[in-house]
């Protein structure tokens, strides 16, 4: 039985790096073969509603601004700045006229699971705006310049290239995060610095056996802190709570299941880390807006169902 193509091959077309595939107000990222990040360059006025997806939007304009609102704050970015707007965060963009541009999405999920991430954790779940006077400003800009002519040049490790810029470049703003957020008091940094290492771990354990058994009171003793402390703790460090961020773990993984392979639904909840396919479903729609089947659906897109 053929499936039903949710976007035509004339539509399909109509963008060099792939195409905007809608659900509601979610957007599903797509990408070429091989890559994990995709680079629009526009010159036209637009306006995209307000929308969300799992990839992190970079608003890099050339010439002129983009105005993007998110959580009612609208930033006008100009041609010397660079907005960062995070994954499943709603935006909106608007591309007045005289505005060039580049916006460039990625899949963050192998920055977010790199060991020692979690101390710059609540960067990561906001608006990263630099603008103009910013010492690092013009570095960055200059870097996504350098990734893009890698993500053109088409080659075998392009990928990889272009997240190693990826990798600088937040190594770069999260070394200025955690300058500006670093306590002053010595005992008090002592004990940030503490319960960082023990956080870190926490993460690093649950990015590795998300499909055990794994709940808040065994986490807590794992960290030798009472359930309530390890709470406000990891909170603290990673700008989310722990179930919240156990349960997000485990839909990354679905996610990519369910876009890269023929698994049953049921043999995906299981290799996520879920005991129930229930409780996988509804949380799977709560997360994404849609059921795993339909999220599979869409990034089937053109393909044959025998």
């Known amino acids: 039985m053929k499936r039903q193509n949710?976007?035509?091959?004339?539509?399909?077309?109509?963008?060099?790096?792939?195409y905007r595939v809608m659900h509601g107000s979610q957007e599903f990222v797509t990408f070429w073969d091989d890559m994990s990040l995709r680079v629009w360059?526009?010159?036209?006025?637009?306006?995209?509603?307000?929308?969300?997806?799992?990839?992190?939007?970079v608003v890099l304009p050339h010439e002129g601004e983009c105005h993007c609102t998110v959580g009612g704050i609208t930033?006008?970015?100009?041609?010397?700045?660079?907005?960062?707007?995070?994954?499943d965060k709603?935006?909106?963009?608007?591309?007045?006229?005289?505005?060039?541009?580049?916006?460039?999405?990625?899949?963050?999920?192998c920055l977010l699971s790199i060991r020692g991430v979690s101390s710059i954790r609540p960067m990561l779940e906001d608006v990263i705006y630099l603008r103009e006077d910013d010492p690092i400003c013009g570095?960055?800009?200059?870097?996504?310049?350098?990734?893009?002519v890698d993500y053109y040049a088409h080659k075998p490790l392009s990928n990889l290239t272009c997240y190693a810029r990826l990798m600088?470049?937040?190594?770069?703003?999260?070394?200025k995060y955690l300058e500006e957020h670093t306590p002053q008091e010595d005992a008090e940094r002592g004990r940030d610095d503490n319960n960082r290492v023990i956080i870190n771990r926490i993460v690093e354990y649950v990015e590795n056996n998300y499909t055990e058994d794994i709940?808040?009171?065994?986490?807590?003793?794992?960290?030798?802190?009472?359930?309530?402390?390890?709470?406000?703790?990891?909170?603290?460090?990673?700008?989310?709570?722990?179930?919240?961020?156990?349960?997000?773990?485990?839909?990354?993984?679905a996610a990519h299941l369910l876009s890269t392979t023929q698994l049953s639904i049921v043999q995906v909840s299981a290799q996520s880390g879920f005991s129930s396919l229930s409780t996988f479903n509804r949380t799977f729609k709560e997360i994404h807006g849609c059921s795993p089947s339909e999220y599979?659906?869409?990034?089937?897109?053109?393909?044959?169902?025998?």
Do not use: W
């Open 215 to 253: 709940t808040l009171d065994s986490a807590a003793e794992m960290a030798g802190f009472s359930k309530c402390y390890f709470s406000r703790v990891f909170s603290k460090q990673t700008g989310i709570g722990f179930s919240r961020f156990l349960l997000r773990k485990r839909i990354s993984v």
């Open 168 to 175: 600088h470049i937040y190594v770069l703003m999260g070394q």
């Open 41 to 57: 360059y526009e010159t036209v006025p637009d306006y995209y509603s307000e929308h969300f997806h799992a990839s992190v939007e």
């Open 139 to 148: 570095q960055v800009r200059h870097m996504l310049f350098e990734m893009m």
């Open 90 to 109: 709603p935006h909106s963009l608007s591309m007045p006229k005289d505005s060039i541009r580049n916006l460039i999405l990625f899949d963050p999920s």
């Open 296 to 306: 599979r659906a869409l990034y089937a897109l053109g393909q044959d169902e025998e």
């Open 6 to 18: 949710l976007i035509t091959p004339k539509e399909r077309n109509m963008f060099e790096s792939g």
């Open 75 to 87: 930033y006008h970015v100009k041609s010397t700045e660079v907005l960062f707007v995070p994954s």
